[in-house]
């Protein structure tokens, strides 16, 4: 399986996202209270049988399919898919939402693809390939450049979710002298760590595995690393938690350089 191969089935789903964009769409409510466009079902229902004839052996876990109940298998290998991340974003239109698609092996996030269709932006990155940017246009990846996360500045900028707690982000940022924090929706944090544009992502709310995978998978590539808040690694395939549900992530930080993981204590 190569790398390019997740960015082409994360392009054809960002094809059924910009068919439904510029159109009257409407947004329900799941049982979370999270919401759900026709966006969402189509990019997902494109992305799984694209998954499926790559790699027969390699299981699905996808948020709408877990949302309506198909619950997989467990396996040391699966695919993390999020046909939408940053709904809200794009029920606003701002344009900060993303296709993931993230190969995990053995709890660790190997490979993955960010694609932010209505910016025209690609994001991928590997263990065995390292991580790269691409500009999209017309469906097709043009110009290629590696990225990596650069050396930590005296003053950091930190990145934050345009949508979720920002309060709570600012008080944790305390601990560092931050020079700015730049709010984002969806994946697209990961990536600006991953690019050197940023220095640290603290997330302190909410997450769903297929949420972070992709993102994560990007930003290890690019040199940098995703910690609990006790500064041991985010981990995947979450199963059986005393306090949580399946899939549930922890609160988190993604760091460009690991040794500002060190500051946690």
């Known amino acids: 399986?190569?790398?390019?191969?997740?960015?082409?089935?994360?392009?054809?789903?960002?094809e059924?996202?910009?068919?439904?964009y510029g159109t009257a769409f409407d947004v329900e409510k799941k049982d979370d209270s999270s919401p759900v466009t026709e966006?969402?079902?189509?990019?997902?229902?494109?992305?799984?049988?694209?998954?499926?004839?790559?790699?027969?052996?390699?299981?699905?876990?996808?948020?709408?399919?877990?949302?309506?109940?198909?619950?997989p298998a467990e396996a040391s290998r699966m695919f993390l898919v999020d046909p939408l991340d940053g709904t809200k974003e794009f029920v606003n239109r701002n344009g900060d939402f993303t296709?993931?698609?993230?190969l995990i092996?053995?709890?660790?996030?190997?490979?993955?693809?960010?694609?932010?269709?209505?910016?025209?932006?690609?994001?991928a990155g590997s263990a065995a390939?390292?991580?790269?940017?691409?500009?999209?246009?017309?469906?097709?990846?043009?110009?290629?450049e590696a990225i990596a996360t650069r050396p930590t500045p005296e003053k950091?900028?930190?990145?934050?979710?345009?949508?979720?707690?920002?309060?709570?982000?600012?008080?944790?940022?305390?601990?560092?002298?931050?020079?700015?924090?730049?709010s984002r929706g969806s994946s697209l944090k990961f990536c600006l760590v991953a690019e050197g544009e940023a220095d640290v992502y603290p997330r302190l709310g909410r997450t769903m595995e297929w949420d972070t995978a992709a993102g994560d998978a990007v930003l290890r590539a690019?040199?940098?690393?995703?910690?609990?808040?006790?500064?041991?690694?985010?981990?995947?395939?979450?199963?059986?938690?005393?306090?949580?549900?399946?899939?549930?992530?922890?609160?988190?930080v993604a760091f460009g350089q690991p040794g500002l993981a060190e500051d946690l204590s």
């Open 156 to 182: 950091i900028v930190a990145v934050g979710s345009r949508s979720h707690g920002a309060s709570e982000t600012a008080e944790w940022l305390k601990r560092f002298d931050v020079d700015n924090l730049v």
């Open 105 to 123: 092996e053995n709890g660790v996030p190997v490979a993955g693809v960010v694609y932010a269709p209505a910016i025209g932006k690609i994001w």
């Open 129 to 144: 390939d390292g991580a790269y940017r691409g500009d999209v246009e017309s469906g097709r990846i043009g110009k290629v």
């Open 222 to 252: 690019a040199g940098g690393l995703v910690t609990t808040l006790d500064g041991k690694p985010l981990v995947y395939g979450k199963r059986r938690q005393a306090d949580d549900v399946d899939f549930a992530n922890p609160h988190f």
């Open 99 to 102: 296709v993931n698609i993230a």
């Open 39 to 71: 966006a969402d079902l189509r990019c997902e229902a494109v992305i799984k049988p694209l998954l499926k004839a790559l790699a027969p052996d390699v299981v699905i876990v996808a948020e709408e399919a877990m949302s309506a109940g198909d619950v």
């Open 1 to 14: 399986m190569k790398l390019s191969d997740l960015t082409e089935i994360a392009l054809k789903g960002g």
């Open 16 to 20: 059924e996202v910009m068919a439904v």
